[in-house]
């Protein structure tokens, strides 16, 4: 559904994710005539998780491998999202000197 306020709300069904992705038909960006003057998007694609075992999702795994390409995620992606931990990194900076730890960030 799209509204006055130029956003869209719903649910996607499996067949039309490949439209989404490349933004044809109805997900072709409104003119910037009726909308006024874009200057950006923010497109946002949210896939529940149906089951955790066996892993289940409201979408088909061809629609996520394509949704995958498109904004080239990692092929880690999938495995990620039935690790029920989740995956993330640290990043310590230390400094030269003294060898302390200056930063540490959380991926």
Known sequence: ???RDNYRRGYLEDY?????????????????QSFGDA???IRILICERLGWKPLGF???KDSFLAV???FSLPAESLPTLANDEGVH?????VT????SVESMRQY
């Open 16 to 32: 039309e994710v490949e439209d989404w992705l490349s933004q044809k038909g109805p997900f072709a960006p409104p003119h910037a």
């Open 1 to 3: 559904m799209i509204t």
């Open 39 to 41: 200057s950006a998007t």
């Open 68 to 70: 995958e390409k498109a």
């Open 58 to 60: 409201a979408m088909s």
């Open 89 to 93: 990194t640290f990043h310590l900076e």
């Open 96 to 99: 030269k000197d003294s060898n």
